[in-house]
């Protein structure tokens, strides 16, 4: 086994004390929902209906683009009113596929059939899953078939379940260990059939002991399934910080898990994976965690994919206050918004409202304390990047290892002058990246 934790990072305030203790609510979707082809890293998917189809609950309405892309099901039954471009969390205008729901929630024939996950093949197990259109719902969204399947099967050691769950205010993974604790066993169960050589590993962070005390419950009399505390800190989610904590074992920006051995998904992933291969029930609904001291009830909502998120805010109560900013995701790696008719997505984890004295500060001139270096967990040197980037020296950028940067937003966080050198960095590193794609 690894460390428990990772060098750096931080203990930030992290609010999960407003939804964590509140059972997740089942919200049923009132208006149009929107479905935009690109809701993973890859390829966008193509749409395979028309104006005017009528659709099913768990029917393909859009097929991957390419192997590293994934299909979109429909997560209501009605009538395809538009395929045209629409506003996304992104600030982008993507195609997208807009259903007219009709309430009735009728489903394709073989939607929720059981399987017998013991006498399934390795490839019926992933055909499974890319037919459910899954993708990574804790991250970027990369597709999971795509992740299950690595050059040598035989080479992967480690199967590791995401549970630490590190952004502020995000409670979803920990109310489904909470609420389908076996779910995750399964899923990681029929992953594990995958990789005849690999261990099970579900990692929590230890300020999660209710979730840490039942799935060991669950899994006492697993051989080959063991539930790991890891330490407490900001960004101990991370994949290149997970796998270091677990196995020790060192990721770079050029390097996959899959390199050292090690599979890594997220316990709504995990649970997305069984309810596919195990129940024939695609990737139509997620978790969504709406949060913020903005927010008049805050809790977890279980939503359809593509419904508004003005639904689920209105859901919830709606803002208290005028919010001074909204996020889609996490305060440190997610996306501001300055809209909220936008429909949640695979990747949609959160919806936060954070009033004023919560929101960022002006920034000051650094002061050269040395804090984001101390914190990077990947032990880089945040303010000398930021310079590099101001200065658009991406020679310098590149020669400093400012590839390397994962966006985590501690150098930020720490930072007493306040100064956006996550952002600085990032922008600089997508900047080359895109060069480097069209060179």
């Given at each position: 086994?690894?460390?428990?934790?990772?060098p750096?990072?931080?203990?930030?305030?992290?609010?999960k004390?407003?939804?964590?203790?509140?059972?997740?609510?089942?919200?049923l979707?009132?208006?149009?929902?929107?479905?935009p082809?690109?809701?993973?890293?890859?390829?966008?998917?193509?749409?395979i209906?028309?104006?005017?189809d009528?659709?099913?609950?768990?029917?393909?309405?859009?097929?991957?683009?390419?192997?590293?892309?994934?299909?979109v099901?429909?997560?209501?039954?009605?009538t395809?009113?538009?395929?045209?471009?629409?506003?996304?969390?992104?600030?982008?205008?993507?195609?997208?596929?807009?259903i007219?729901?009709d309430?009735e929630?009728?489903?394709?024939?073989?939607?929720?059939?059981?399987?017998?996950?013991?006498k399934?093949?390795?490839?019926?197990?992933?055909?499974?899953?890319?037919?459910?259109?899954?993708?990574?719902?804790?991250?970027?969204?990369?597709?999971?078939?795509v992740?299950?399947?690595?050059?040598?099967?035989?080479?992967?050691?480690y199967?590791?379940?995401?549970g630490?769950?590190?952004?502020?205010?995000?409670?979803?993974?920990?109310?489904?260990?909470?609420?389908?604790?076996?779910?995750?066993?399964?899923g990681?169960?029929i992953?594990?059939?995958?990789?005849?050589?690999?261990?099970?590993?579900?990692a929590?962070?230890?300020n999660?002991?209710?979730?840490?005390?039942?799935?060991?419950?669950?899994?006492?009399?697993e051989?080959?399934?063991?539930?790991?505390?890891?330490?407490?800190?900001?960004?101990?989610?991370?994949?290149?910080?997970?796998?270091y904590?677990?196995?020790?074992?060192?990721?770079?920006?050029k390097?996959?898990?899959?390199?050292v051995?090690?599979?890594?998904?997220?316990?709504?992933?995990?649970?997305?994976?069984?309810n596919?291969?195990?129940?024939?029930?695609?990737?139509?609904?997620?978790?969504?965690?709406?949060?913020?001291?903005?927010?008049?009830?805050?809790?977890?909502?279980?939503?359809?994919?593509?419904?508004?998120?003005?639904?689920?805010l209105?859901?919830?109560?709606?803002?208290?206050?005028?919010?001074?900013?909204m996020i889609?995701?996490?305060?440190?790696?997610?996306?501001?918004?300055?809209?909220?008719?936008?429909?949640?997505?695979?990747?949609?984890?959160?919806?936060?409202?954070?009033?004023?004295?919560?929101?960022?500060?002006?920034?000051?001139?650094?002061?050269?304390?040395?804090?984001?270096?101390?914190?990077?967990?990947?032990?880089?040197?945040?303010?000398?990047?930021?310079?590099?980037?101001?200065?658009?020296?991406?020679?310098?950028?590149?020669?400093?290892?400012?590839?390397?940067c994962?966006?985590?937003?501690?150098?930020?966080?720490?930072?007493?002058?306040k100064?956006?050198?996550?952002?600085?960095?990032?922008?600089?590193?997508?900047?080359?990246?895109?060069?480097?794609?069209?060179?």
């Amino acid at each position: 086994m690894g460390k428990s934790t990772f060098p750096g990072g931080i203990h930030t305030y992290d609010g999960k004390d407003l939804t964590m203790d509140k059972p997740t609510t089942v919200l049923l979707p009132k208006g149009d929902l929107v479905f935009p082809m690109v809701q993973h890293l890859g390829a966008p998917a193509k749409p395979i209906v028309a104006k005017g189809d009528k659709v099913l609950v768990g029917q393909r309405i859009a097929e991957a683009g390419g192997f590293i892309s994934a299909h979109v099901i429909a997560s209501v039954s009605g009538t395809v009113k538009e395929i045209e471009k629409r506003l996304t969390v992104s600030g982008n205008m993507v195609e997208s596929i807009v259903i007219e729901n009709d309430n009735e929630y009728r489903t394709v024939d073989d939607f929720g059939k059981e399987r017998d996950i013991n006498k399934l093949t390795k490839e019926e197990i992933r055909s499974y899953v890319k037919e459910a259109g899954i993708v990574g719902l804790g991250g970027a969204g990369f597709p999971t078939h795509v992740k299950l399947t690595p050059k040598d099967d035989s080479k992967i050691d480690y199967v590791i379940v995401n549970g630490a769950e590190c952004e502020p205010y995000l409670t979803s993974d920990y109310r489904m260990m909470l609420e389908e604790p076996e779910k995750i066993i399964g899923g990681l169960k029929i992953i594990l059939r995958l990789f005849e050589n690999a261990k099970g590993v579900i990692a929590i962070e230890d300020n999660k002991p209710e979730a840490i005390k039942k799935l060991r419950e669950l899994t006492a009399t697993e051989n080959n399934i063991e539930v790991a505390s890891v330490k407490t800190k900001y960004p101990q989610g991370g994949e290149r910080q997970l796998v270091y904590a677990i196995t020790g074992r060192k990721l770079n920006s050029k390097k996959l898990p899959a390199d050292v051995g090690c599979v890594v998904d997220n316990v709504d992933t995990v649970i997305a994976i069984y309810n596919a291969v195990a129940k024939s029930t695609p990737l139509i609904r997620r978790i969504v965690t709406v949060s913020g001291d903005a927010v008049t009830n805050p809790q977890n909502f279980s939503v359809a994919i593509g419904i508004d998120y003005w639904e689920i805010l209105e859901a919830a109560g709606g803002f208290t206050d005028r919010p001074e900013k909204m996020i889609s995701g996490g305060p440190m790696m997610g996306i501001a918004l300055y809209n909220c008719n936008v429909p949640v997505m695979k990747t949609s984890s959160a919806l936060l409202g954070l009033k004023k004295d919560t929101a960022a500060v002006e920034e000051s001139p650094c002061i050269r304390c040395g804090k984001c270096a101390e914190k990077c967990p990947l032990q880089l040197m945040p303010f000398q990047l930021a310079a590099l980037a101001n200065r658009n020296d991406d020679d310098g950028f590149v020669k400093s290892d400012g590839m390397e940067c994962c966006g985590c937003g501690c150098c930020s966080y720490i930072c007493p002058a306040k100064r956006s050198l996550s952002q600085s960095i990032m922008q600089t590193r997508n900047s080359i990246i895109g060069k480097r794609k069209k060179a």
